[in-house]
């Protein structure tokens, strides 16, 4: 009997085959801009160098500049050499600039939407960009509205059969509740929500999607993954910039908004989701949604939220601005660069468990973690003294800088004496793995021009934390100003005796 060959690389499912977009067309509203100069650009040029993006990819920024495609090319160049990941390799660059063009005009300009259009269908004859578009809208979230209606009234937003369009919204996604339902009103009636991506880029981190593999491929951690075992998670995003040039956005937003609503509430989801019933995305988001539904606000705000502001310190050895001396800045602004909150969820799993979530600028160090602390042993057989240096059980999802996962238990120092202290095992990405990690942005891209939005938030999931965080942010309105902290410290003294009050105290990472 003749045996069937198969050849596994023509697998269109093997894993190991990488995902390689189709022709299409990306065009980059706010191409300006610092993400768009500092993360999309060189991300758009690291894929190509990957071999991620087929030779038919077209690239088109849009902006209020009287640039020539030229011009475009250049400053691109320019932002692509400073921060790409991989190396830069002149053919690879030449391929990729020379897709690119550029449409001047301002976002509310119906002219500029019609050479938009014409740019665009140009490409899909030139290029064989086969109207395949996707319109990342990196834009003051003010604009989005606009845009989006000209999109619809100029006709690009509809697709003929057989082509696809696609909406990328960077956040904020709305300043509140109210705003991100106007908002998300506006994006679906144009657009359908299967083309709808909503970037959060810490979804895109591989610390973060090694989270669920963690979780949810090992059998070692899920049965201890409970309130029988869990005292308490800490969920850090610290930051030691400052505002830098960004005044603009972050004054009246603020650390809460800015990264509390969407990375450390996606980073709690993920923590303390049960197993979704696949990895699909439809799948993961009603696990995540469960969590969100079931997150309970503590009664008393004042005792259990802090915010604080930056005043002037010191910052690697140099002395740093106070926020309220920033430039662009009002003296009386009562903006949070800090805050830090408890949550605790309201189910068989979590119930007890409080979870801590805190971020800011100008903190001592740049580091993101989860820290899933463990209950202490109910009891120990050794005398008080031997165990004075032993702490309580941890694991430690490194997200950055420095990837990996961290496990803190206790062991017996060396020695006639049993002493027992804590100690750390490390898993190191850089020790375990030759590839480095792509950057977020790579991921999220790539994964718009496939189709594929498991990593993308949807509608409801972002009402959901608006939804949670709105009660705070309007309690901290009508209560006084932020406290104060040092530039260069891990935040206000208020932000240890929250955690003191519960007889615990915030890692110091
Ligand atoms: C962005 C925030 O979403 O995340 C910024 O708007 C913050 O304020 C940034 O600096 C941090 O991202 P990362 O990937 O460097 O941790």
Excluded at 25 to 31: D, E, S, Y
Excluded at 225 to 235: G, L, S, T
Excluded at 454 to 463: C, D, G, N, Q, T
Excluded at 495 to 508: P, Q
Aim: proline share 6%.
């Amino acid at each position: 009997m003749a045996v069937q060959q198969t050849n596994p690389l023509r697998d269109l499912n093997d894993r190991r085959l990488p995902r390689v977009a189709g022709p299409c067309a990306l065009v980059l509203f706010g191409v300006t801009g610092d993400l768009s100069r500092k993360k999309l650009l060189p991300a758009i040029y690291d894929l190509a160098n990957r071999g991620l993006l087929p030779p038919t990819f077209a690239l088109v920024g849009f902006a209020r500049r009287d640039w020539a495609d030229q011009d475009f090319a250049q400053i691109a160049e320019e932002s692509v050499r400073a921060h790409c990941r991989t190396p830069f390799h002149e053919d690879v660059w030449e391929q990729l600039s020379s897709g690119m063009r550029f449409v001047a005009g301002s976002f509310d300009s119906d002219e500029a939407f019609i050479e938009l259009a014409h740019v665009l269908s140009d490409l899909d004859r030139v290029r064989g960009t086969n109207g395949n578009h996707a319109f990342y809208l990196s834009i003051p979230p003010g604009f989005f509205p606009t845009v989006i209606d000209k999109l619809r009234t100029s006709g690009l937003s509809a697709n003929d059969a057989g082509s696809w369009r696609r909406v990328i919204v960077e956040k904020p996604f709305g300043h509140d509740l109210k705003s991100a339902q106007e908002l998300n009103k506006i994006v679906d009636d144009v657009f359908p929500p299967g083309s709808v991506f909503r970037i959060d880029h810490y979804l895109g981190k591989e610390t973060v999607q090694n989270l669920l593999a963690v979780r949810f491929a090992n059998t070692m951690f899920e049965p201890i993954w409970n309130n029988k075992y869990v005292d308490h998670v800490e969920i850090t995003m610290a930051e030691d910039i400052g505002i830098g040039s960004r005044a603009g956005y972050y004054d009246g937003i603020g650390a809460a908004r800015d990264v509390i609503q969407n990375h450390l509430l996606q980073l709690l989801a993920l923590t303390a989701m049960e197993e979704p019933v696949s990895f699909n995305a439809e799948q993961i988001r009603l696990e995540k949604e469960k969590v969100f539904s079931a997150i309970k606000l503590p009664t008393d705000l004042s005792r259990h939220t802090v915010r604080g502001q930056y005043s002037a310190g010191w910052q690697g050895g140099e002395p740093v601005k106070g926020f309220l001396e920033e430039d662009g800045i009002p003296k009386t602004s009562k903006t949070d660069t800090f805050a830090a909150i408890k949550l605790e969820i309201d189910s068989r799993r979590w119930a007890g468990v409080p979870f801590y979530l805190r971020t800011g600028k100008r903190l001592g160090r740049r580091v993101t973690e989860i820290a899933v602390v463990f209950k202490r042993a109910p009891h120990l057989p050794f005398s008080a003294t031997d165990t004075e240096e032993l702490g309580s059980n941890a694991l430690v999802i490194r997200v950055q800088p420095d990837e990996g996962i961290t496990i803190k238990f206790g062991s017996k120092v060396p020695g006639t004496q049993m002493e027992v202290r804590d100690v750390t095992m490390d898993f190191a990405y850089g020790d375990s793995f030759t590839e480095s990690s792509p950057e977020a942005y790579e991921r999220l891209i790539l994964d718009v021009l496939l189709g594929e939005p498991p990593l993308f938030p949807r509608h409801r999931e972002v009402e959901m934390s608006w939804e949670i965080l709105d009660p705070i942010l309007n309690h901290w309105a009508t209560h006084g100003r932020p406290d104060t902290y040092e530039a260069g410290t891990w935040g206000p003294p208020e932000a240890d005796e929250m955690l003191a009050r519960d007889g615990r105290e915030w890692r110091r990472p």
